[in-house]
């Protein structure tokens, strides 16, 4: 009876077709498992692209807002700028064919710029929004105060004489003169002056709010200044020291600030408010005390985003930074500053929900190897056969994920949309793998699975600094559990089969 039982056994397995053979071979179906997350880093790639045009999107409409509320303001100390004629001389050949000396007075300007500057601002940012996209706005009051001292007119090689002190000018620079909601004003000395609009032929700054002086001469310049005024903008406040000595005094109400640019606070103090102080000298500073020549651009700000995915400052490259321009015609060394040269407060959002969104995405590859591993691991030790197709379904499930994570990030927010995407994406695959399985247990171990995966994941957002050692010891342990769990399984059975 016995002798007929296995050469039945055998009988049926010789009966086998090599298409049979080849569709039941565990090591063809490894490789196609293979093949088909290979094929899945297609839509994660879709996603991907999705996340950016979101993130686009939120970028476009933050800078519309901006831009009707104030864009990133600049402030500067204020620069005494005082005509004098400057007689010229051109050679041309005349109808004769002889040189001819042609004299012509060209208007020049000597610049002085303060010997002491204290800045104090106390910013209130919120956040204003339009539709589920929101922009980071502020409203600042600024204070500004210092002193000048006289030219030094033996280095500019000028006599008091030359100089036009009676149209003798104050000027002082914002970013974006829409921020102003009151007229700024000014003390020098004992009067009081109201700032007028921008004088355009001294391009000093992007926006010139100037004051008429009409000074007696040098020796007049030896007075202290005060400047107040009340000023809206967005992202971010910049300080572009000028004075001999800045320094500067910020706090505010916002719990998340970050302090870039070209010099880190002396003191800081961040909780729900912020406060933070700066003493810089002139030693890094691009312009000189004074100077005389054509009116040029101080600064120019290019908007760049030093603050990274990881609020981190970024690095110095040429390709962001090229090297600053040199003012042709000043006497002394003068070059037009950018944002590496300014102090930077930045206001950032809460919570960034497309940049933890990418993130995340970019662990969907590993996440998808070890889901499918851990269910090849589960198929042989439950000896319960898990078609391709059902393969391609939980793969599928599992890059819809990223999409519900994206969706609802947009209303409730990153952690509350990790974790229903999550717990989504969880029970649809433990579920399905209930109804292939018709056992409870495995569905359940295999949810396990999956939690532990979306937990670990997450905890790696939280760490940052340390995400990467945390990183490799998980991967590290997850690995040694499944060569562990591979001894118990007798492999060369596949091979007789």
Same mark, same amino acid.
């Given at each position: 009876?016995?002798?007929?039982?296995?050469?039945?056994?055998?009988?049926?397995?010789?009966?086998?077709?090599?298409?049979? @053979? =080849?569709?039941?071979?565990?090591?063809?179906?490894?490789?196609?498992?293979?093949?088909?997350?290979?094929?899945?880093?297609?839509?994660?790639?879709?996603?991907?692209?999705?996340?950016?045009?979101?993130?686009?999107?939120? +970028?476009?409409?933050?800078?519309?807002?901006?831009?009707?509320?104030?864009?990133?303001?600049?402030?500067?100390?204020?620069?005494? /700028?005082?005509?004098?004629?400057?007689?010229?001389?051109?050679?041309?050949?005349?109808?004769?064919?002889? &040189?001819? +000396?042609?004299?012509?007075?060209?208007?020049?300007?000597?610049?002085?710029?303060?010997?002491?500057?204290?800045?104090? /601002?106390?910013?209130?940012?919120?956040?204003?929004?339009?539709?589920?996209?929101?922009?980071?706005?502020?409203?600042?009051?600024?204070?500004?105060?210092?002193?000048?001292?006289?030219? *030094?007119?033996?280095?500019? @090689?000028?006599? *008091?004489?030359?100089?036009?002190?009676?149209?003798?000018?104050?000027?002082?620079?914002?970013?974006?003169?829409?921020?102003?909601?009151?007229?700024?004003?000014?003390?020098?000395? /004992?009067?009081?002056?109201?700032?007028?609009?921008?004088?355009?032929?001294?391009?000093?700054?992007?926006?010139?709010?100037?004051?008429? !002086?009409?000074?007696?001469?040098?020796?007049?310049?030896?007075?202290?200044?005060?400047?107040?005024?009340? !000023?809206?903008?967005?992202?971010?406040?910049?300080?572009?020291?000028l004075a001999k000595q800045t320094k500067i005094e910020a706090s505010g109400t916002?719990? &998340?600030?970050?302090?870039?640019?070209? %010099?880190?606070? *002396?003191?800081?103090?961040?909780?729900?408010?912020?406060?933070?102080?700066?003493? #810089?000298?002139?030693?890094?500073?691009?312009?000189?005390?004074?100077?005389?020549?054509?009116?040029?651009?101080?600064?120019?700000?290019?908007?760049?985003?030093?603050?990274?995915?990881? &609020?981190?400052? #970024?690095?110095?490259?040429?390709?962001?930074?090229?090297?600053?321009?040199?003012?042709?015609?000043?006497?002394?060394?003068?070059?037009?500053?950018?944002? %590496? *040269?300014?102090?930077?407060? &930045?206001?950032?959002?809460?919570?960034?929900?497309?940049?933890?969104?990418?993130?995340?995405?970019?662990?969907?590859?590993?996440?998808?190897?070890?889901?499918?591993?851990?269910?090849? %691991?589960?198929?042989? $030790?439950?000896?319960?056969?898990?078609? =391709?197709?059902?393969?391609?379904?939980?793969?599928?499930?599992?890059?819809?994920?990223?999409?519900?994570?994206?969706?609802?990030?947009?209303?409730?927010?990153?952690?509350?949309?990790?974790?229903?995407?999550?717990?989504?994406?969880?029970?649809?695959?433990?579920?399905?793998?209930?109804? =292939?399985?018709?056992?409870?247990?495995?569905?359940?171990? %295999?949810?396990?699975?999956?939690?532990?995966?979306?937990?670990? $994941?997450?905890?790696?957002?939280?760490?940052?600094?340390?995400?990467?050692?945390?990183?490799?010891?998980?991967?590290? #342990?997850?690995?040694?559990?499944?060569?562990?769990?591979?001894?118990? +399984?007798?492999?060369?059975?596949?091979?007789?089969?």
């Open positions: 009876m016995e002798n007929n039982t296995l050469n039945e056994d055998k009988g049926n397995s010789s009966q086998k077709s090599l298409w049979e @053979k =080849i569709t039941e071979s565990l090591i063809l179906k490894i490789f196609v498992i293979f093949f088909l997350m290979l094929i899945l880093l297609i839509p994660l790639t879709l996603i991907s692209d999705l996340i950016n045009e979101r993130k686009l999107r939120e +970028i476009n409409v933050s800078t519309e807002i901006a831009r009707k509320w104030g864009l990133d303001q600049v402030i500067t100390s204020p620069i005494i /700028a005082v005509p004098y004629d400057m007689v010229k001389e051109t050679v041309e050949k005349g109808t004769d064919g002889k &040189n001819n +000396i042609i004299k012509s007075v060209e208007t020049e300007w000597a610049f002085l710029l303060p010997e002491t500057t204290t800045i104090k /601002a106390k910013v209130e940012p919120e956040s204003l929004k339009r539709g589920i996209y929101q922009a980071i706005v502020y409203n600042s009051n600024i204070s500004l105060k210092g002193s000048f001292k006289p030219f *030094d007119l033996v280095k500019l @090689k000028l006599n *008091d004489t030359d100089l036009k002190w009676h149209e003798a000018k104050l000027i002082f620079g914002i970013q974006d003169v829409k921020g102003l909601t009151l007229i700024p004003k000014v003390k020098l000395g /004992a009067k009081d002056y109201e700032m007028g609009k921008y004088y355009q032929d001294l391009n000093l700054f992007n926006s010139n709010l100037t004051v008429d !002086l009409a000074l007696d001469g040098n020796n007049s310049l030896d007075q202290s200044f005060e400047i107040n005024l009340d !000023l809206k903008g967005s992202k971010s406040l910049n300080f572009l020291p916002w719990s &998340n600030p970050s302090f870039n640019g070209n %010099f880190l606070p *002396d003191d800081r103090k961040v909780d729900t408010t912020f406060q933070a102080s700066w003493n #810089i000298p002139d030693f890094s500073r691009k312009q000189s005390q004074q100077w005389r020549g054509s009116p040029s651009a101080v600064y120019f700000l290019r908007g760049i985003d030093m603050v990274n995915e990881d &609020n981190s400052t #970024i690095e110095y490259t040429e390709a962001v930074y090229p090297a600053p321009k040199v003012i042709e015609g000043a006497v002394g060394t003068q070059m037009t500053s950018d944002d %590496f *040269d300014m102090v930077q407060i &930045n206001f950032l959002p809460q919570v960034n929900n497309y940049q933890k969104i990418t993130r995340v995405t970019k662990y969907g590859a590993l996440v998808l190897a070890l889901t499918f591993v851990s269910l090849v %691991f589960m198929e042989i $030790i439950k000896k319960q056969r898990v078609h =391709i197709l059902q393969y391609v379904l939980i793969g599928f499930a599992m890059v819809l994920f990223y999409a519900l994570l994206l969706a609802i990030s947009e209303h409730i927010g990153f952690n509350m949309a990790y974790l229903s995407a999550g717990l989504a994406t969880i029970i649809l695959i433990g579920s399905f793998i209930k109804a =292939i399985t018709k056992d409870t247990k495995s569905a359940l171990i %295999f949810s396990a699975i999956l939690t532990l995966f979306y937990t670990f $994941i997450f905890v790696l957002l939280q760490l940052r600094d340390y995400s990467l050692i945390v990183g490799t010891i998980g991967l590290f #342990i997850i690995l040694a559990v499944l060569m562990r769990l591979s001894t118990k +399984i007798n492999w060369y059975q596949f091979e007789k089969q």
